[in-house]
Nanobody, 115 residues
Framework: QALLAESGGGLVQPGDSLRLSCAVS????????MGWFRQAPGKQRDLVAQ???????TYADSVKGRFTISRDNAKSTVYLHMNSLKPEDTAVYYC?????????WGQGTQVTVSS
């Protein structure tokens, strides 16, 4: 069973940047497809960005050009670089790892964008 631990969330002002990290243990990150999701209060959990084991990336339209997902297999960590943050980016951000049919989620990290 893999364990995922997110970190890096916090309270920031509009226009600021944050970098979220997702540390993976228990399984090799190299073979995992990774994704960042977010869930705002009263809303469903939505995909923000994903990166395949081969490094291919996709983004939600709402974050294209502002967010970048990356991975460091040697450090077993996936990152979400968030720039030009907006109040509507406020949510709990979750990391998800999938190895075929095996899927694991992290516990989430809160990101609040407010002036």
């Amino acid at each position: 069973q893999a364990l995922l631990a997110e970190s890096g969330g916090g309270l920031v002002q509009p226009g600021d940047s944050l970098r979220l990290s997702c540390a993976v243990s228990g399984r090799s990150l190299s073979f995992a497809n990774m994704g960042w999701f977010r869930q705002a209060p009263g809303k469903q959990r939505d995909l923000v960005a994903q990166i395949s084991s081969g490094g291919l990336t996709t983004y939600a339209d709402s974050v294209k050009g502002r967010f970048t997902i990356s991975r460091d297999n040697a450090k077993s960590t996936v990152y979400l670089h968030m720039n030009s943050l907006k109040p509507e980016d406020t949510a709990v951000y979750y990391c998800r790892a999938s190895w075929g049919i095996y899927v694991n989620w992290g516990q989430g990290t809160q990101v609040t964008v407010s002036s």
